[in-house]
């Protein structure tokens, strides 16, 4: 079992900048383990937003984000992090980290196996 805490969001006008964490603990991550963020705004389905590899595979994002969004991490406090700049109204969602254990380049919901409780980010006009 994995369990995952998001925190770090909140609200914050156009154009500004808000960091989320995920901490994770439990099951060790193994070296083919990724890390993602998703999005769900109301009324839509969840999206991609970012994943990176815990040992390895770099950065991945959602054309959406890009150039806007970076993802990291912290091995050694078990911690993914979002860096969200030049934030726009339709950023607005509940953001979510997942982990996946043995997909391939995982993308989408169905291939992430443990979910945390998700983080409110408002972005305001």
């Known amino acids: 079992q994995v369990q995952l805490v998001e925190s770090g969001g909140g609200l914050v006008q156009a154009g500004g900048s808000l960091r989320l964490a995920c901490a994770a603990s439990g099951r060790t991550f193994s070296s083919y383990a990724f890390l993602g963020w998703f999005r769900q705004a109301p009324g839509k389905e969840r999206e991609f937003v970012a994943r990176?590899?815990?040992?390895?595979?770099?950065?991945y994002y959602a054309e959406s984000v890009k150039g806007r969004f970076t993802i990291s991490r912290d091995n050694t406090k078990n911690t993914v992090y979002l860096q969200m700049n030049s934030l726009k109204p339709e950023d607005t969602a509940v953001y979510y980290c997942?982990?996946?254990?043995?997909?391939?380049?995982?993308?989408?919901?169905?291939?992430?196996?443990?979910w945390g409780q998700g983080t409110q980010v408002t972005v305001s006009s």
């Open positions: 990176i590899g815990w040992s390895g595979g770099g950065p």
């Open positions: 997942a982990a996946s254990y043995g997909s391939r380049w995982p993308v989408l919901p169905d291939e992430y196996d443990y």
